[in-house]
């Protein structure tokens, strides 16, 4: 079955870069995101990349992906306060009508001044 | 765009009643919507997916008769947690993809479920 795992525990400084990295198991995937939850939030969804590519630039934010190695991680470029978090990669399987969506175990990012 | 509400946001209840959860579409279309669980300080479980007009899908070992999923409209599923007993409190989250694309889903807020 899949498996996606991340270390659970990351902190910075404010103003340095903050990389979260993943790993997952089904090669079959068709997209990998990644998503932020805040106390008692529901997920907001970050960003994502499809299978077939090596990486995403969206602001802040670059998604990379090593598909040999089943790597992912995401790069928070000049990180905030407000960017602390749980952050949550997940793997779509083709899945019927709808793909559905394997869930890491999350990270937590602290963000220090 | 893709915005999902759910209401209500946090509820509590005695052991032994039901409780319903509404999740809704505001924006878009809902052809499926999923039904997740979170535990403190761990990841998502997807309990079931639910289909407008057709009967959920749950995954292996969620209670079909206990999680009760109903998917009347394009924009609005239910989950009722019948007979709620106290290890039924977590947090409940929902998400539901358009028709546009069958991939990318979009997380509500979640409803905090306390049983006491």
């Known amino acids: 079955g899949e498996d996606v795992e991340q270390s659970l525990f990351l902190s910075v400084r404010e103003g340095d870069s903050s990389v979260i990295n993943c790993t997952y198991t089904?090669?079959?995937?068709?997209?990998l995101y990644w998503y932020k939850q805040e106390p008692g939030a529901g997920l907001q969804l970050l960003t994502y990349?499809?299978?077939?590519?090596d990486m995403k630039q969206d602001q802040r934010l670059t998604v990379l992906l090593n598909k040999k190695d089943k790597h992912l991680s995401l790069r928070i470029a000049d990180t905030q306060t407000g960017d602390s978090a749980i952050y949550f990669c997940?793997?779509?399987?083709?899945?019927?009508?709808?793909?559905?969506?394997?869930f890491g175990t999350g990270t937590r990012l602290q963000v220090t001044l | 765009g893709a915005v999902v509400s759910q209401h209500p946001s946090r509820v509590i209840c005695k052991s032994g009643t039901s409780v319903k959860i509404e999740c809704r579409s505001l924006?878009?279309?809902?052809?499926?919507m999923f039904w997740y669980r979170q535990f403190p300080k761990q990841s998502l479980m997807l309990m079931a997916t639910?289909?407008?007009?057709?009967?959920?899908?749950?995954e292996q070992g969620v209670e079909k008769d206990k999680f009760l999923i109903n998917h009347a409209s394009l924009t609005l599923s239910t989950l009722t947690v019948t007979s709620a007993h106290p290890e039924d409190s977590s947090f409940y989250i929902c998400?539901?993809?358009?028709?546009?694309?069958?991939?990318?889903?979009?997380f509500g807020p979640g409803t905090r479920l306390t049983v006491l």
């Open positions: 089904d090669s079959s995937s068709t997209y």
């Open positions: 997940a793997e779509s399987s083709p899945g019927g009508t709808a793909s559905k969506l394997t």
């Open positions: 924006d878009f279309q809902a052809t499926t």
């Open positions: 990349i499809f299978s077939n590519m």
């Open positions: 639910s289909n407008e007009g057709s009967k959920a899908t749950y």
């Open positions: 998400s539901a993809i358009s028709g546009a694309s069958t991939d990318t889903q979009y």
